[in-house]
Each structure stands twice: as structure tokens, then as C-alpha cells.
């Protein structure tokens, strides 16, 4: 069974860092591409990230790039999202997800998602 | 960046309605479209991927249609299990765009 298990998240001030974590099991994690997604309350989905299947490729939203940084490490079966320089308009819910890609096949769609891990900043 | 306007927002209807939502992307984006549904206090599920295909497991109610820039998602015979919000979501060139979601409730 596939399971992804966010956590990491917390009350932070403004203009702060955070990292968050996302543990894998139950698939060959390191076959596969994954995401962050994110959900402020109240809101709908905003795709934050993504990476390869080997880490050596990253993509970013235009309103965390430069201030975000994914990563992973295969050999923990982990997923990280790196978050500094914080605003308020970053408060959401942050997911983890699966991507369908296979290895090197193109990223498409989130099969498998986490129950998510909640940052709030806020002073 | 491609936009997608899904539409409506909100949606009330009865069981066993015939539910249609769409989704309208900014381009075109061939058939690079999927489905997913929120319920609440819960992750996102994959319902619809790459237009019209049905994920494994999914009820054969759900079903997508649609390619270019215009497209739907419908449930053919609406159940009570079915209330949540949906959203359409495209992807080109390594990014990724959410429509705004349609909240569905039970009249």
C-alpha cells in the first residue's frame, strides 16, 4: 500500500524558513517523480513543486521560485521542500504527492497523495 | 502560464442527476487534462487522467471528454457518497494549473 506521510509543518514567523518532509513507502520511490501541492484554507489546490525520479531536475511555480527548493533522498525514501523568506500568502496545507511518471517518462498526473502537513505564518 | 476556468463553482443537484462540469483552458493543451476529487478534510483522489481515461477503482459513473482547450467531467447518476469539490487540472511543460474547483452538494 502506498503511503505518504507528510510532516514538518508549524507556526512560523514571517520572513522565516521551514522544511518539510515527506516519507515514502509502499512503491519504489525512487522510480517516480514527485510533487508539492498546497491548499491555503478555504482555497483550492495550487501546485507548488517538482521533481524527478533522480532528483536532477526541479520545476517551481512563478510564486515560490527562487524562495522554495526541492529535494529528496532515495536511499531514505524522503521528499523535502526547503521554504525561506515565508509570507503570510504561504499558509496552507501542504501535500505531498505521486506522480503517474515512470522513471523517465514525462510527469502527468498525482496518483497518490499524503494527508498533508499545515504551515502557518504568522507573527 | 496556462489558466484553466472551470465552471460552475458551485453545483446542488439530486440523486441520480446527470452532473456536468467544465474546465476551459487558456491554450491549447491537447488532451493534458485531469480530474480529481476533494472530499472534505481529505486529500485529493485521481478520478480522470489525460482527458477521458478512468483511474483504477473509480466508479464508471465518473467519465471525461474533451481535448484542445474545452472540456467536461460528468457523473452520469449522481450518489450521496459523490458530495465534494471537484477540480480539473492541466499540465504543459513541466507546469502545473488547478482550476478554481465546483463544490458539489446534494439538493
Known amino acids: 500500500e502506498v503511503q505518504l506521510v507528510e510532516s514538518g509543518g508549524v507556526v512560523v514567523q514571517p520572513g522565516g524558513s521551514l522544511r518539510l518532509s515527506c516519507a515514502a513507502s509502499?512503491?519504489?520511490?525512487?522510480?517516480?517523480?514527485m510533487h508539492w501541492v498546497r491548499q491555503a484554507p478555504g482555497k483550492g489546490l495550487e501546485w507548488v513543486s517538482l521533481?524527478?525520479?533522480?532528483?536532477?531536475?526541479?520545476y517551481y511555480a512563478d510564486s515560490v521560485k527562487g524562495r522554495f527548493t526541492i529535494s529528496r533522498d532515495n536511499s531514505k525514501n524522503s521528499l523535502y521542500l526547503q521554504m525561506n523568506s515565508l509570507r503570510a500568502e504561504d499558509t496552507a496545507l501542504y501535500y505531498c504527492a505521486k506522480d503517474i511518471g515512470y522513471s523517465g517518462a514525462t510527469p502527468t498526473h498525482l496518483d497518490y497523495w499524503g494527508q498533508g502537513t499545515l504551515v502557518t505564518v504568522s507573527s | 502560464d496556462i489558466q484553466m476556468t472551470q465552471s460552475p463553482s458551485s453545483l446542488s443537484a439530486s440523486v441520480g442527476d446527470r452532473v456536468t462540469i467544465t474546465c476551459q483552458a487558456s491554450?491549447?493543451?491537447?488532451?493534458?487534462l485531469n480530474w480529481y476529487q476533494q472530499k472534505p478534510g481529505k486529500a485529493p483522489k485521481l478520478l480522470i487522467y489525460?482527458?477521458?481515461n478512468l483511474e483504477t477503482g473509480v466508479p464508471s459513473r465518473f467519465s471525461g471528454s474533451g481535448s484542445g482547450t474545452d472540456f467536461t467531467f460528468t457523473i452520469s447518476s449522481l450518489q450521496p457518497e459523490d458530495i465534494a469539490t471537484y477540480y480539473c487540472?492541466?499540465?504543459?511543460?513541466?507546469?502545473?494549473?488547478f482550476g478554481q474547483g465546483t463544490k458539489l452538494e446534494i439538493k
Open positions: 487540472q492541466q499540465y504543459d511543460n513541466l507546469q502545473y494549473t
Open positions: 521533481i524527478s525520479w533522480d532528483g536532477g531536475s526541479t
Open positions: 489525460d482527458a477521458s
Open positions: 509502499g512503491f519504489t520511490f525512487d522510480d517516480y517523480a
Open positions: 491554450q491549447d493543451i491537447s488532451n493534458y
